[in-house]
Every structure is written in structure tokens, then in C-alpha cells.
């Protein structure tokens, strides 16, 4: 400790600077933990999806190309092939306009009734399709009040295309207005209510200023709902009755053949189901490469 040469008091010492703490980021991982994370989500990638969807194309073409083709080629497979893609043409177009009047209402307005609407369109994500399936037979079959006068007027709802139709409808309507929803509320009203100011209608501000902000989202839940309408079965098969070579769709058609031992075009038929859940894949993964920075604008806005 020095002395004071005026005051022969003794000096204070001078502080010393406190050690330099490394700080850590909680996300910052060393280069073995980032190895073990990745191995271990890329091991049950390939377990669980890989495999399974290699092993599916195996069992297709493990009788040649020709077997492979004359499996698709059955009048049944066709006429499955048809109905498929005609339940989820007329399914998507329909839950993407309920997703967006469902969206447009809940991000845009307040109203009594506002959190249960939310919770309806969430219920098909709760409810078991077989269940969902089981309502529409309640409603439409023959002993109900509705399948009674049904049947009367010649109108056949079960065991036909319109019930198939109305199922479908049913476990894919939240896929569409739950993309938009929190896109819509986090963009709020700012946008339409300047376009209103300026003179422009209802039907322009949703065409010129709602729409195009919303063009993403929408795009994503219209090929999440085209999937699922493809591929659903629980539902389809309550009110479908089985009937083949009419109301089976292709994933009907492959259980059929398959518990027929038909393994080739059960796995035929499958590939088509899988190929087209990949092109949906494929196309989302294309529009965020080359519309990412839109895409993460459009978020942002």
C-alpha cells in the first residue's frame, strides 16, 4: 500500500478491474452437442419417414414395371383414382372460401361469439374423423328425421358422393382459415381502412390490398387442405359404405387390396398417394426458395 507524500496518510489502493466474464449465449452449443442434436433428428427423419416411403416404391416395382402399370390400369383404380381427386376438387375451393370469410371476420372485426367461432374451427383438429364420420350417419341415415325425407325425395347423402364430399369438407375446413387467421391479425386493419378512405369498395380493398397480402398463407393452407382431402380415411370410410368402383377413394381402395393380398397395387396405388403428398412437398419448398423474401415481407407487414 503507497503513502501519501502530503497527508502521510495511507493511499487507498486502486480498484483493479474486474475480471472479464465470458458470457455464453443459452442457444450456443458446442460442436458435439449441434452433431448429436443433428444425428439424432436426421436417425428418426429416416426411421419414421425415409424408410417407410422407400420401402412403399420397393413393394410397388418389386414385380417389374408391366405389374406396376396394370395395377393402376384396373377399372377400380381408376374409378378410385376419379372420385379422389373429385371429392378434393370440390372440397379445397369449398374450405378456402369459408377459411377466408372465417379469417376475415375473426382478424378484422370483434363480436360476440368470436372465441367459440375460433374454437369450432378448431374442433375437427380434436375430434376423431371416424367420430366426425359416425355425426353424418346420425344425421343422414335412415332412421333420422333428415335421411327419412332424404330418401323420400330421392336424394342419397350416405353411401354416395355427397356424403364423402361433406366429410371431407369437414376434417379439412380449420387447414386454410388457420394460415390466415394470425396472419390477418398481425397485419391488421391499417391497410383496408386507408383503402376505404381513399374512396375504393369492399370488393376492391379485398381484391387490391387484402388479397394480395394474404396470397401466401392462403397458397399454404389451400395445398395443406388438398393433402389431407386426398389422403383422408377415417372419416370417408364411415359414410362411404365401401362400395368399390364407386364411393372407395384411392386410400379405401388400398386397404381393400391390400387385406385382398393384392400387395403390388395396394403399393401401387399408395406410390400415387405418395407422390402426390411429395409434389405438394416439392411446391411449397419452390415457393419459399424463390419467394422468400416476399414471403418473410408479407409476414412482417
Known amino acids: 500500500m503507497s503513502v501519501d507524500t502530503l497527508t502521510g496518510m495511507p493511499r487507498p489502493?486502486?480498484?483493479?478491474?474486474?475480471?472479464?466474464?465470458?458470457?455464453r449465449r443459452p442457444t450456443t452449443e458446442g460442436p458435439l452437442a449441434k452433431a448429436i442434436l443433428i444425428t439424432i433428428?436426421?436417425?428418426?427423419?429416416?426411421?419414421?419417414?425415409?424408410?417407410?416411403?422407400?420401402?412403399?416404391?420397393?413393394?410397388?416395382?418389386?414385380?417389374?414395371?408391366g405389374e406396376f402399370l396394370a395395377a393402376l390400369g384396373e377399372p377400380d383404380t381408376l374409378a378410385a383414382i376419379r372420385l379422389t381427386l373429385t371429392v378434393a376438387a370440390i372440397a379445397v375451393p369449398l374450405n378456402l372460401v369459408f377459411g377466408v370469410a372465417a379469417a376475415w371476420a375473426i382478424a378484422k372485426f370483434e363480436f360476440?361469439?368470436?372465441?367459440?367461432?375460433?374454437?369450432?374451427i378448431d374442433l375437427p383438429f380434436s375430434v376423431s374423423p371416424v367420430i366426425s364420420g359416425l355425426v353424418y350417419v346420425l344425421l343422414f341415415g335412415t332412421g333420422s328425421v333428415l335421411g327419412t325425407w332424404l330418401k323420400?325425395?330421392?336424394?342419397?347423402?350416405?353411401?354416395?358422393?355427397?356424403?364423402?364430399?361433406?366429410?371431407?369438407?369437414?376434417?379439412?375446413?380449420?387447414?386454410?382459415?388457420?394460415?390466415?387467421i394470425p396472419l390477418m391479425q398481425d397485419q391488421g386493419t391499417g391497410d383496408e381502412e386507408a383503402a376505404l378512405s381513399l374512396g375504393a369498395s369492399g370488393w376492391q380493398t379485398f381484391?387490391?390490398?387484402?388479397?394480395?397480402n394474404i396470397k401466401w398463407g392462403l397458397l399454404y393452407g389451400v395445398l395443406l387442405c388438398n393433402a389431407r382431402a386426398?389422403?383422408?380415411?377415417?372419416?370417408?370410410?364411415?359414410?362411404?359404405?365401401?362400395i368399390r368402383g364407386l364411393t372407395n377413394t384411392m386410400p379405401l381402395h388400398v386397404e381393400i387390396l391390400y387385406n385382398e393380398y393384392n400387395f403390388v397395387a395396394a403399393f401401387a396405388v399408395s406410390t400415387l398417394l405418395a407422390s402426390l403428398a411429395l409434389v405438394t412437398l416439392v411446391f411449397k419448398s419452390f415457393l419459399e426458395y424463390r419467394y422468400g423474401d416476399e414471403i418473410a415481407a408479407t409476414a412482417k407487414h
Not at 433428428?41 to 414385380?63: C, D, S, T
Not at 360476440?112 to 369450432?120: I, N, S, Y
Open 152 to 180: 323420400a325425395h330421392g336424394i342419397e347423402i350416405l353411401f354416395a358422393v355427397p356424403g364423402i364430399v361433406l366429410a371431407t369438407v369437414f376434417v379439412t375446413f380449420p387447414f386454410v382459415a388457420r394460415e390466415l
Open 230 to 242: 386426398m389422403g383422408e380415411f377415417g372419416a370417408v370410410s364411415v359414410v362411404s359404405g365401401h
Open 112 to 120: 360476440k361469439g368470436k372465441a367459440f367461432l375460433t374454437t369450432l
Open 207 to 212: 381484391r387490391y390490398v387484402t388479397l394480395p
Open 41 to 65: 433428428a436426421l436417425g428418426f427423419l429416416a426411421l419414421f419417414l425415409v424408410l417407410p416411403l422407400i420401402a412403399v416404391f420397393i413393394e410397388a416395382f418389386r414385380k417389374g414395371a
Open 13 to 23: 489502493a486502486a480498484a483493479r478491474p474486474a475480471a472479464a466474464h465470458s458470457f
